[in-house]
């Protein structure tokens, strides 16, 4: 049995330059899989939930899931689980790429980093040893320099690196790790890093991956294989564009249907939107199509500019959400522009939806009046500004001057400029928002106001919402629409699959790959109550962190009026009220919002 996990946690103490190994236990992946059910149990276990984030007792802990680094597609994903220096509360990002395989091959299943270097390393982890070296040559490197020395200096080209740049060693609480151009982007994990000293993480890998009955597994991975070939031939399906022309490809329907969060969420439609969707950047671009691990679709593109201001720049991406972040929401209409930003994001290692959202955020403070030019050392930050935004961007990364001020965020950035930009300061629980609208789409709104890691669009009944399958206005019922997908989409996260696959994959087939992979015999329910299990764990880390029902909210704007093509829509304060009270219930939780002693011990969660 568990034939599919290397049941091996790596624990590297960069304090006392120690590490070793220990076994993960039965229980553990009983109760939780893998994947985020790792890292949510271990983080709410070993620290104290109300430590400083950057404090050396925080701990950052990466796992993959029992179905990475085998045949079975869109599980190559890895996740980290922390405490977020951006919300104060508990955080879970993900990367793709090949990652997840090599950390596998490497021959774990999850690995903590502890305590603080007293000077800058990197950890090397091959199946043989693991290697903490110094490494002061890298400081001030971007991530992408940071591979390239490290691959040559232990003459190793194929390692796979996670990194931080200048951003992570500023200690921006979005800056992000990155891995081959793949972010583990929201929440600010890079940050953490920067707070240990710790410059990287390479894996060398090589070892096989094994499943349990090869050919019952080969069934259902071919089954699964099938689902996503009839989602990619159809060029109209979500995942048929996202193959053909990458993520961009959507934006034209969420921007017809008024639900493209522009000029800082003031407006649903960008008229320009157009000029900076994915079909315009294959226009204008030599583009090639590339994809995580053993993944089918191939929603990746790659562009190299030719011509203009940035000849020779060479970017994965942007995506979807950069192009709403850097793009509409800030007004830019210049792809090179939105390309460009997304570039510095990743040589500094930056989140591209909170630093978007921060330099809209910014660019209405200096609408206002609330900040001027003598603030901003001169730097005219008006909407559609974008030689300002990137001089403002770099800024940031590296905390200089008027920067310093929104390496924090636009909650903390707010709440030092006061004058009512808390109004429109987008963000939830400190992480800013992704670019769907709340104002617009009432489930997306409580998702989120209840998201445990903040603003977040990685769990929403976004498409049935867009398509019309759901009522956009409506309030009633979009409680247990959001909690099943929260569980569900916890439950795939174990796994731990990309969110196109659990777009596509009937929650039965996840359980069969599992099985087959691992010699378990969990049911749908089952792995559907680990999802449930883990959403309620992070709750309570959030809780015991300080964070409240009161931080189940949204800033002042989303109750503003916002103007559609064809009239205008509103959502009242009252309507998020009623469907948080709603979802308290359905959540077995009491009106505060917290999970009650008989939801818990339903669950198996002794505090």
């Known amino acids: 049995m568990y034939e599919c996990y290397n049941r091996k946690l790596l624990r590297v103490n960069l304090k006392d330059r120690t590490v070793k190994t220990e076994v993960i236990g039965e229980e553990l992946i009983r109760d939780y899989i893998g994947g985020i059910g790792f890292g949510v149990k271990l983080l709410y276990d070993e620290i104290d939930h109300d430590i400083d984030a950057l404090s050396p007792q925080n701990k950052l802990i990466i796992s993959i899931g029992p179905l990475t680094g085998t045949s079975a597609p869109l599980f190559a994903q890895t996740c980290i689980v922390t405490k977020s220096p951006l919300t104060g509360g508990i955080l879970n990002s993900y990367s793709g790429g090949y990652l997840g395989y090599r950390i596998k091959s490497s021959g774990y299943d999850c690995i903590v980093i502890e305590e603080k270097s007293p000077e800058p390393v990197y950890v090397l982890v091959s199946p043989d040893k693991v290697e903490i070296r110094e490494c002061r040559e890298l400081v001030g490197m971007n991530t992408g320099e940071v591979e390239d020395h490290i691959k040559k200096r232990e003459n190793k080209p ?64 071919d089954e699964a294989y099938g689902y996503l070939k009839k989602a990619t031939d159809n060029q109209w399906s979500l ?47 030599p583009s090639r199509k590339i994809a995580c691990f053993g993944c089918p679709v191939h929603c990746g593109q790659v562009h190299r500019f030719e011509e203009g201001e940035f000849k020779g720049m060479v970017t994965r991406g942007p995506e979807y959400e950069t192009m709403y972040s850097f793009g509409s929401d800030c007004l830019i209409d210049d792809p090179n522009i939105v390309a460009k930003a997304h570039q510095i994001c990743e040589e500094y290692g930056m989140d591209t939806l909170s630093a978007g959202c921060t330099m809209a955020f910014a660019m209405e403070c200096y609408e206002r009046g609330i900040l001027t030019e003598q603030d901003t050392q001169g730097i005219e930050l008006s909407f559609g500004n974008g030689k300002s935004m990137i001089a403002l961007l770099e800024k940031v990364g590296n905390r200089e001057g008027v920067g310093d001020l929104f390496a924090d965020g636009t909650k903390r950035a707010a709440e030092k400029l006061g004058r009512g930009s808390k109004h429109f300061a987008m963000n939830v629980k400190g992480m800013e928002f992704a670019a769907w609208m709340p104002q617009r789409m009432r489930g997306i709104a409580l998702t989120f106001a209840t998201s445990n890691r903040g603003a977040c669009h990685k769990r929403a009944p976004i498409g049935d919402e867009l398509m019309g399958h759901l009522p956009m206005e409506e309030i009633k019922g979009k409680a247990q629409i959001v909690k099943d997908i929260q569980d569900r989409v916890n439950a795939c996260f174990t796994l731990v699959s990309c969110r196109f696959a659990e777009f596509e994959l009937p929650v039965d087939l996840f359980v069969r790959m599992l099985n087959t992979a691992s010699g378990t015999s969990i049911n749908a329910e089952e792995f559907i109550k680990v999802g449930e299990r883990i959403w309620n764990l992070e709750r309570l880390f959030n809780l015991d962190a300080g ?29 998020l009220e009623y469907m948080l009270d709603d979802y308290y219930k359905v959540r077995g939780w009491d009106e505060e919002g917290i999970p009650t002693e008989s939801k818990l011990m339903a669950l198996g969660i002794n505090r």
């Open 547 to 575: 964070l409240t029902k009161e931080d189940d909210m949204l800033p002042g704007r989303c109750f503003e009026t916002l103007p559609l093509s064809d009239g205008e829509t509103k959502m009242e304060v009252e309507d």
């Open 239 to 285: 995942l048929g564009m996202f193959s053909r022309y990458g993520t961009g490809s959507g934006l034209g329907l969420i921007n017809e249907r008024n639900a493209l969060a522009t000029k800082n969420h003031q407006f649903g439609h960008f008229e320009k939107g157009p000029d900076i969707d994915s079909f315009a950047y294959i226009k204008q671009c």
């Open 158 to 221: 194929d390692l796979t690196i996670m990194s931080i740049g200048k951003a992570g060693e500023n200690l921006v609480r979005f800056a992000s790790i990155m891995s081959e151009t793949r972010a583990f982007g929201r929440g600010g994990a890079g940050a953490v890093l920067g707070s240990k000293n710790l410059k990287a993480i390479a894996f060398e890998g090589g070892l096989d991956v094994r499943v349990s009955d090869p050919k019952e597994f080969q069934r259902n991975v």
